[in-house]
């Protein structure tokens, strides 16, 4: 089902305030919230009526694919275009694919640090999945 910008935005948010050792804030402009893993920014969700979009880390191809899919889907708006997209209310644009894009950002950023900055919990769940344990 297609969600409202609004709908949109509130899911990214909820995903992001469910992974490990983030923190938000305001550090660019008002209009800005800024999820950060690490330091690191891996979503921001633009509070504007007229523009209610979320960005998130995407691999290149990846996100080209994305885009074809669905046009509510865009390149990146205030970082690198190639490794970011911007997702705003569109046919077929879901919660469930929000959040799942916004955990995939997460995960990238996290693959980008080195393992000793990544948060205990992040260690625990990689551990268990390179020794094949539920």
Known sequence: MTITGAQLQRAARSAAEGLDATSHGRPFV?????YKVAGRVFLIVTDDPDEPIVTVKCEPGHGRALQHEHPGIT?????????????????HITAKLVKDLVVL????????????????????IRDADRKGMP
Request: aromatic share 10%.
């Open 30 to 34: 008002d209009k800005l919230d800024v």
């Open 75 to 91: 390149e990146g708006r205030y970082l690198d275009k190639r490794h970011w997209i911007s997702i705003g209310p569109g046919p």
């Open 105 to 124: 950002s997460y995960d990238l950023v996290l693959d980008l640090l080195p393992h000793d900055q990544w948060p205990m919990t992040a260690h625990a």
